[in-house]
């Protein structure tokens, strides 16, 4: 499900895919996109489309932050003996 007001990234996305595909209106595509009862390339272009294909593994700061802060050293702290960490 679409947030509400978010409805302009679907249309901003799929409508240059509509006409390259030769669609008349972005209803038309759709329309089409839903008739189809089997996954075909349209949807896949589709579903590239509408997602954002780029990640940065070090964006969310905060978990590496507590990892480095707070939950290595507790680890190392406890298997202080053992001299081994091993990370998955």
């Not at 499900?1 to 240059?16: D, F, Q, T």
């Not at 839903?34 to 996954?39: C, L, P, V, Y």
């Not at 579903?47 to 480095?68: G, K, Q, V, W």
């Amino acid at each position: 499900m679409i947030e509400p007001g978010k409805e302009y990234l679907v249309v901003n996305r799929l409508s240059p895919l509509a006409e390259q595909e030769g669609y008349d209106s972005l209803a038309d595509f759709i329309g089409k996109l839903r008739s189809e009862t089997a996954i075909n390339s349209l949807h896949h272009k589709s579903i590239d489309a509408l997602t954002t294909n780029e990640t940065s593994f070090f964006r969310d700061f905060h978990p590496f932050e507590a990892l480095r802060k707070e939950i290595l050293p507790k680890i190392i702290e406890q298997r202080a003996g053992l001299r081994q960490l091993s990370i998955w």
